[in-house]
C-alpha cells in the first residue's frame, strides 16, 4: 500500500485518537540511549525508553501506558516524522501492530542493505538489544522488529562475535576489507618511497581511497598522498582538490612539480573571488574555501579531496569571529565529504588534546564510522551536563577509540618506527607567499638600476659594500613579508613537536618571543653565558617548552639540541659552513630521529636563489666545528653574477 508522510498536526491528531498511531509513534522515537539529546527531560526519555521496550519484550501496551506515553509524544512529533514515521495504512491500523502477524524469527541473520548499512534480524533477546543499543548510529525498524548498523569492520567484528550469520554480500565485503594489505608498486615514483610509504600508498588504496594517514612530522604524509594520486591516475580520481594551511599552500605545488610529471596540471587558488580553474589537480587554502564552495561544487566537482592538517576542522573551538569561521569552514568540508568518492586526511595530531576535536575529520572520511556525535562524545570524550551546557572536552575509552581507527580508516607511524628506513637528516623548502610585494618589488628595482649603471666587477669589489647593503634590504624585506605566514606555521609544528628556528636579527628573535614567550626560549647575543646555559637546559627538560629561538651567529656552534628533531630556517647565512653547522646542533650523537630541516622561503625573493646555492655548498662541504669554511664570499659572488646574466638576457648591460 502506499505510503503517506504525516505533517506534524495530521500525526499529533492520530496519536490522540489511535493506539496503533500512538504505539507505531514510540517506536519511531524509541528505543534510544537515555542520554540522547533531543528530549526535553530525562524523565521522558526514561519513561518512553522503559515502555518501549515493555512493547518490544510483550508485543502489547496497557491502557495506562499508552495514557502515559500520548502528551509525551506530543512534544516530539517533528522528531518522530524526521526520523521516517510512515504509516504503513492510512486507517487506524499499524501493521506492526498487529499481534501475531509476524513469524518468529529464529535464526540471528546480518543482511548487507547497501554500501553503509547493515540489518539484523534475530529472536528478542533483551540483554542482545542492549549490546545493540551501544552501536553508534543503530536504528530500530519498527514494521519489520529489526536493527540496522553502520556497514563498518568494527560492527561486523562485534556481530560475528555475538554469532551472527552474514548473507553473502556482506560476507564477501567483510572478506575483501580484512585481508592483508599488500605493497603496490607506484609507478615513477617507486625508487623514491620509503618502504613505510609505500605501505601508506597501500593502506589508502586498501581503503577504497578514504583514509586518515597519521605519521608523525617530517614521515612524508604528503608525498603518500601524491603517490596515491599517482598511482591511480589512469582512473576517476580527477579533479583532485587539495585543501591546506595557506603557509604550505606553494610547498604543494612544489612537490607535486619535483616528483610527478602533473606539474602543468597543478592550479594554485588565490583570493575570495572565484575565478576559471583549469587545472585537474587544485591546491586551495582552509581560509578562502567557503568562498568557493559553490564554484568547487558547480563547476570543479572533484572526485577526491585531500585535506592537510585535517584535525584544524574541528569548529565551536574559538571564539567571537574566529568561531564563526571555523564553524563555516566544517560547514563547507562535511557538504563536499558527502559529494566526493575519494577522501584522505592527513595529521601527525590525529586526537590532539581532545577526542571531540576529531569527530568532524572522522565523519568526513568515513561517515558510517560514528555517526551520532553525542553518543561520540558521551563514549569517547567523557560528556557533562553543567549549568552552561554539556562539556565535550574530556576523553575516556582511548584505547578502545584508537583501535578503532586503525581498524578502521587510520594508520600512524611514529618516528621511532621507521628509523631503519630514515636516516640523518632531510632538508625540505617550504615556499611562503609575502604580504609586502608592492614594498619588494621596488627595492629589487633598486638594485637592478644600480647594477646596469656598474660593471660586475665593481659590484662585487670596489662597490661590495654598498652592494652588499642593497641585497641586505632585499633579504630583510623578504623576512619581513613572510613573518605572518612563518607564524602559522610555527604554531602549527610546535602543538605536536620541539623546534629550533635559527633567525639572523635580535628584533626578528624578539617578536618570535613576544608570540611564544610561555612555550620558547631564546640564546641570541647580549645573552650572559648563564642566561644561555639556562635556556638550553629548560629546552631539554621543560616539555612546555616547545621553541628554541637562536641567532645564528650565537646559537649556530657549541651547543647540543638533540632533545628536537625539527629545525628551521627563517634568515640564512653567507655561509655554506654555518649553515651545516646549524643544522648539526641536532644532528649529533645521541640524536635517536631523523632530524628535518625546514627552510622557510619567501617565494619569488632572492631567498630562493640563495637557499639553492648554501645546500649545493653544504652537500659537499665538511663544516668545521666552532669555525667557518673560508667561503663567505661564494655565495654573494655567484648571486652577483646571476644578476648580471639576467640583465645580459633582457639585453639591459652590455
Not at 222 to 235: C, F, P, V
Amino acid at each position: 500500500m502506499e505510503k503517506v508522510q504525516l505533517t506534524n498536526s495530521e500525526l499529533k491528531d492520530l496519536v490522540r485518537r489511535s493506539d496503533n498511531y500512538a504505539i507505531g509513534a514510540l517506536l519511531a522515537l524509541c528505543p534510544t540511549d537515555t542520554n540522547e539529546e533531543g528530549f526535553q527531560s530525562y524523565s521522558d526519555s526514561k519513561i518512553l525508553n522503559e515502555v518501549a521496550d515493555f512493547y518490544l519484550k510483550k508485543g502489547y501496551l496497557t491502557e495506562k501506558q499508552v495514557a502515559v506515553i500520548r502528551p509525551k509524544l506530543e512534544k516530539y512529533m517533528d522528531r518522530i516524522i524526521k526520523k521516517g514515521f510512515t504509516p504503513a495504512d492510512p486507517g487506524d491500523q499499524f501493521s506492526f501492530n498487529i499481534k501475531g502477524m509476524f513469524k518468529k524469527q529464529k535464526t540471528k541473520d546480518a543482511i548487507k542493505v547497501d554500501d553503509e548499512t547493515i540489518k539484523l534480524k534475530f529472536p528478542y533477546n533483551a540483554e542482545l538489544v542492549a549490546k545493540i543499543k551501544n552501536i553508534n548510529g543503530r536504528k530500530f525498524i519498527p514494521g519489520e522488529k529489526s536493527w540496522t548498523i553502520p556497514l563498518t569492520l568494527v560492527n561486523v567484528d562485534k556481530i560475528l562475535e555475538w554469532e551472527f550469520q552474514l548473507d553473502e554480500n556482506l560476507s564477501q565485503w567483510y572478506n575483501e576489507i580484512n585481508q592483508d594489505i599488500k605493497e603496490i608498486a607506484v609507478p615513477k615514483m617507486n625508487d623514491i618511497l620509503k618502504p613505510f610509504q609505500k605501505k601508506g600508498v597501500s593502506f589508502i588504496e586498501s581503503k577504497n581511497g578514504r583514509a586518515l594517514i597519521a605519521d608523525s612530522m617530517g614521515l612524508g604524509k604528503t608525498l603518500q598522498a601524491i603517490a596515491w594520486l599517482q598511482l591511480n591516475r589512469e582512473k576517476d580520481v580527477f579533479p583532485a582538490l587539495i585543501v591546506v594551511p595557506a603557509a604550505v599552500k606553494e610547498n604543494w605545488k612544489r612537490e607535486f612539480e619535483k616528483f610527478t610529471d602533473f606539474g602543468k596540471t597543478v592550479e594554485t587558488v588565490y583570493g575570495t573571488k572565484p575565478y576559471k580553474i583549469k587545472g585537474k589537480i587544485i591546491v586551495i587554502n582552509f581560509d578562502i574555501l567557503k568562498d568557493w564552495y559553490e564554484n568547487i561544487k558547480t563547476d570543479i566537482r572533484p572526485n577526491t579531496i585531500i585535506v592537510d592538517e585535517i584535525h584544524k576542522i574541528k569548529g565551536k573551538q574559538n571564539p567571537g569571529k574566529k568561531k564563526e569561521q571555523e564553524v563555516k569552514r566544517v560547514a563547507v568540508m562535511l557538504k563536499l565529504a558527502k559529494q566526493v568518492k575519494y577522501f584522505i586526511g592527513l595529521t601527525g595530531t590525529p586526537i590532539l588534546n581532545k577526542p571531540i576535536e576529531l569527530y568532524n575529520p572522522l565523519k568526513m572520511i568515513k561517515p558510517t564510522l560514528f555517526p551520532n556525535r553525542h553518543a561520540f562524545a558521551y563514549k569517547y570524550c567523557d560528556a557533562k551536563k553543567t549549568q552552561f551546557g554539556t562539556d565535550y572536552s574530556g576523553a575516556k575509552n582511548t584505547r578502545e577509540l584508537h583501535e578503532i581507527l586503525v581498524r578502521e580508516i587510520m594508520i600512524r607511524r611514529k618516528k621511532e618506527d621507521v628509523l631503519k628506513d630514515m636516516k640523518g637528516k632531510v632538508r625540505s623548502i617550504t615556499p611562503l607567499e609575502i604580504d609586502n610585494r608592492k614594498e619588494y618589488k621596488r627595492a629589487y628595482t633598486d638594485l637592478i638600476n644600480y647594477l646596469r649603471e656598474i660593471d660586475v666587477n665593481r659590484a662585487v669589489k670596489a662597490q661590495r659594500a654598498k652592494t652588499l647593503a642593497k641585497i641586505n634590504t632585499l633579504k630583510q624585506l623578504a623576512v619581513k613579508g613572510k613573518l605572518a605566514q612563518a607564524t602559522n606555521w610555527v604554531e602549527d609544528m610546535i602543538e605536536n613537536e620541539k623546534l629550533v628556528l635559527f633567525v639572523y636579527h635580535t628584533n626578528t628573535a624578539k617578536m618570535f618571543m613576544e608570540k611564544f614567550g610561555n612555550q620558547a626560549v631564546q640564546y641570541v647575543g647580549g645573552m650572559t653565558k648563564k642566561q644561555r646555559q639556562q635556556a638550553q637546559d629548560k629546552f631539554w627538560k621543560d616539555d612546555n617548552i616547545r621553541l628554541f629561538v637562536g641567532n645564528i651567529e650565537a646559537a649556530g656552534t657549541g651547543i647540543n639540541l638533540q632533545c628536537a628533531s625539527h629545525v628551521a630556517f627563517l634568515e640564512f647565512p653567507w655561509s655554506p659552513g654555518l649553515y651545516s653547522q646549524c643544522e648539526d646542533r641536532l644532528d649529533r650523537i645521541g640524536q635517536k630521529n631523523l632530524v628535518n630541516v625546514w627552510n622557510l622561503i619567501a617565494q619569488n625573493s632572492i631567498e630562493e636563489n640563495i637557499i639553492v646555492k648554501l645546500e649545493n655548498k653544504a652537500k659537499v662541504i665538511s663544516a668545521v666545528v666552532d669555525g667557518e669554511d673560508g667561503d663567505n664570499t661564494g655565495i654573494f659572488n655567484e648571486l652577483i653574477h646571476e644578476f648580471y646574466d639576467e640583465l645580459k638576457d633582457k639585453k639591459l648591460v652590455n
